[in-house]
């Protein structure tokens, strides 16, 4: 009976505490989201950074409802942890209805259009977008004067937003020209977003519509944001792939937003294998590096070392901060190696998919399963139908071991994170059979 009591008084209590919430939210969202507006409906990104609360109340009732659901927590062997764990697991809770955005961030030549399609592939409930941040970046190239890095970071955080609440209105201030009427032939590799070319977002083709404007399964003409926007909002799921975001701090924000539901995805890969990579795809841009292949003479002082050390620098300071684990970021950052995927796909999917908290399609599983053990590799910098395992150690053969020592002398705390191990020599560089991977876990 006293424990019947118990859970009586506690029930009241929690009950009390949800109305004051209750009323404390309604008065805040009656200043920063509008009451008669569905939650789903295409959105302005929300910037509530001064106004979010410590959460007292609601940490409150997440112990009381914890207390209710595990009484035997007071003889338990928990750690400190695994119960904050559970409290969380039980307390997180927002107005996303259940639906999951995703944030693949990675830098160039890390194997991320590959690792894309891990979500692209998904189908039915997803909706995927591949760097659509590249129109803010040309804008910014074009542009006669260069937005600040914080700015500029920001700009990308409210994009981000916004797409993710289905809204294109940001990113339609900077993709040029300028779409009429919400219609635009100019979104960047349209065609590597699946639900872009569904037929639900095809407008008829124009006789005089050039063939880059085509989606690979149809035929379609020039994009209707409109459309875009309500193929979003009928898609469960939202991921987006983006090699354009440099300081992790300025998505707080993003990820505090109660309207949605993110997990960040971190990729990185050897940045030896990156300097390989980039020398081949953006051959021209790389000319000095080649020469400095032939030679052997790299000067440390020069722009494109600095350049590359900075490159590296960067990477490694998203990392830091996302395995610090700040309390915004808890259980909402995942870091993988590239190499890992390569060599057990599958698995990884499989743990970014948990991760995520999004049921592994059969369609997923399937295309890793055809994409990842191809006999032929297709051509084309953005392929992503390769031999995985065999692509992660592609690049020792094919970069100097000169140009392998600058990398380690600039980029060594880097790869020490990551655990990728050094070389001290050619011989030991083009062994395959040494593996330069440690073992490691990360989260």
Not at 159 to 183: A, N, R, T, Y
Not at 367 to 391: A, D, M, R
């Amino acid at each position: 009976m006293k424990t019947k009591y118990a859970i009586a008084f506690i029930f009241i209590v929690a009950l009390v505490v949800i109305e004051k919430e209750s009323n404390i939210l309604s008065m805040v969202s009656d200043k920063l989201i509008p009451r008669q507006i569905p939650l789903q409906t295409p959105q302005p990104p929300l910037d509530y950074s001064n106004t979010t609360q410590n959460g007292s109340l609601a940490t409150l009732l997440k112990m009381l409802l914890y207390k209710l659901t595990d009484a035997k927590l007071n003889n338990s062997s928990l750690s400190e942890e695994q119960e904050e764990q559970k409290l969380d697991a039980l307390g997180t809770s927002n107005f996303s209805g259940g639906h999951k955005h995703i944030l693949l961030m990675a830098a160039t030549r890390t194997g991320s259009s590959f690792v894309g399609e891990f979500f692209n592939q998904q189908r039915d409930n997803m909706f995927y977008m591949f760097e659509p941040l590249w129109h803010v970046e040309r804008t910014q190239s074009l542009a006669d004067e260069a937005i600040p890095g914080t700015e500029l970071a920001e700009v990308h955080r409210d994009v981000l937003q916004g797409l993710f609440l289905c809204d294109f209105s940001p990113l339609e201030k900077f993709i040029f020209p300028p779409p009429q009427d919400h219609v635009t032939p100019d979104l960047f590799r349209r065609e590597s977003s699946s639900s872009l070319c569904e037929e639900s977002v095809c407008s008829p083709v124009i006789k005089d519509v050039l063939e880059r404007y085509h989606c690979k399964t149809r035929r379609c003409g020039p994009l209707n944001l409109t459309l875009a926007s309500e193929s979003c909002l009928s898609k469960q799921h939202h991921t987006i792939k983006t090699v354009r975001v440099r300081q992790l701090e300025t998505l707080q924000p993003l990820v505090e937003d109660p309207r949605l539901d993110v997990r960040v995805i971190q990729l990185v890969r050897d940045p030896r294998a990156i300097l390989a990579s980039r020398m081949v795809a953006f051959s021209s841009e790389y000319q000095t590096w080649k020469a400095w292949a032939q030679d052997g003479l790299v000067p440390d002082d020069d722009e494109r070392v600095k350049r590359l050390k900075g490159n590296c620098d960067q990477i490694r300071t998203l990392a830091e901060v996302g395995l610090s684990k700040p309390p915004w970021l808890k259980r909402r950052y995942m870091l993988v190696r590239y190499e890992d995927i390569a060599r057990y796909p599958m698995q990884k999917a499989e743990e970014m998919y948990r991760f995520t908290g999004i049921p592994f399609s059969p369609q997923a599983r399937e295309w890793i399963l055809s994409n990842t053990q191809t006999t032929q590799e297709v051509s084309g910098i953005y392929s992503t139908q390769k031999n995985s395992s065999e692509q992660a150690e592609k690049w020792r053969s094919s970069i100097p071991f000169t140009l392998v020592q600058v990398v380690q002398r600039v980029c060594g705390p880097t790869l020490k994170l990551f655990g990728y191990r050094f070389v001290d020599d050619e011989k030991t560089l083009i062994d395959k059979s040494i593996s330069l991977l440690e073992d490691k876990l990360f989260n």
